[in-house]
Protein backbone atom coordinates (compact mmCIF):
# COMPACT_ATOMS: atom_id res chain seq x y z
CA UNK A 1 0.00 0.00 0.00
CA UNK A 2 0.98 3.03 -0.74
CA UNK A 3 1.04 6.07 1.30
CA UNK A 4 1.20 10.34 1.44
CA UNK A 5 1.09 13.15 3.29
CA UNK A 6 -0.16 16.58 3.33
CA UNK A 7 1.38 19.57 5.79
CA UNK A 8 -0.69 22.43 6.46
CA UNK A 9 0.36 25.62 8.09
CA UNK A 10 -1.03 28.98 8.65
CA UNK A 11 -0.43 31.23 5.62
CA UNK A 12 -1.71 34.01 7.01
CA UNK A 13 -0.75 34.28 10.99
CA UNK A 14 -3.44 36.56 12.38
CA UNK A 15 -6.34 35.28 10.47
CA UNK A 16 -5.73 31.65 10.83
CA UNK A 17 -4.93 32.13 14.75
CA UNK A 18 -7.65 35.04 14.73
CA UNK A 19 -10.44 31.50 13.27
CA UNK A 20 -9.12 29.42 15.87
CA UNK A 21 -8.32 31.55 19.15
CA UNK A 22 -10.17 34.78 18.68
CA UNK A 23 -8.91 36.30 21.62
CA UNK A 24 -5.29 35.42 21.23
CA UNK A 25 -5.95 36.81 17.31
CA UNK A 26 -7.00 39.97 18.75
CA UNK A 27 -4.01 39.99 21.49
CA UNK A 28 -1.42 39.10 19.87
CA UNK A 29 0.69 40.83 16.69
CA UNK A 30 1.76 39.09 13.42
CA UNK A 31 5.36 38.89 15.12
CA UNK A 32 4.26 37.77 18.56
CA UNK A 33 2.40 35.28 16.82
CA UNK A 34 5.34 34.29 14.77
CA UNK A 35 7.24 33.80 18.19
CA UNK A 36 5.18 31.11 19.93
CA UNK A 37 4.70 29.29 16.97
CA UNK A 38 7.81 27.99 17.67
CA UNK A 39 6.52 26.01 21.22
CA UNK A 40 3.34 24.81 19.86
CA UNK A 41 3.47 20.95 18.79
CA UNK A 42 2.49 19.66 15.25
CA UNK A 43 -1.02 18.21 15.40
CA UNK A 44 -2.46 15.37 14.08
CA UNK A 45 -5.61 15.90 12.06
CA UNK A 46 -6.94 12.70 10.36
CA UNK A 47 -6.15 9.86 8.20
CA UNK A 48 -7.13 9.24 5.44
CA UNK A 49 -8.19 5.73 4.47
CA UNK A 50 -9.91 3.81 1.51
CA UNK A 51 -8.57 5.93 -1.46
CA UNK A 52 -8.06 3.56 -4.80
CA UNK A 53 -5.98 4.48 -7.65
CA UNK A 54 -8.55 4.39 -10.51
CA UNK A 55 -5.83 3.79 -13.32
CA UNK A 56 -3.40 1.37 -10.92
CA UNK A 57 -5.65 -0.04 -8.80
CA UNK A 58 -3.61 0.18 -6.13
CA UNK A 59 -5.01 1.40 -2.90
CA UNK A 60 -3.26 4.57 -0.82
CA UNK A 61 -3.56 5.84 2.92
CA UNK A 62 -2.67 9.12 3.93
CA UNK A 63 -2.75 11.76 6.79
CA UNK A 64 -3.11 15.44 7.36
CA UNK A 65 -1.01 16.80 9.91
CA UNK A 66 -0.96 20.69 10.69
CA UNK A 67 2.35 22.46 11.38
CA UNK A 68 2.05 25.80 13.27
CA UNK A 69 5.13 26.95 12.08
CA UNK A 70 4.45 30.45 9.96
CA UNK A 71 5.81 30.92 6.49
CA UNK A 72 8.67 33.64 8.63
CA UNK A 73 9.61 30.97 10.87
CA UNK A 74 10.05 28.62 8.28
CA UNK A 75 12.21 30.40 6.28
Known sequence: MDSFAFI??????????????PF???ALNERQIDF???????VYISEIEGITS???GKQV???FLA?????????
Do not use: A
Request: charged content about 30%; hydrophobic content about 25%; proline content about 15%.
Open 8 to 21: IHPIDPKRDVSRKF
Open 24 to 26: LGK
Open 36 to 42: FSTYFPP
Open 54 to 56: KTT
Open 61 to 63: KGW
Open 67 to 75: CPYTPRRMM
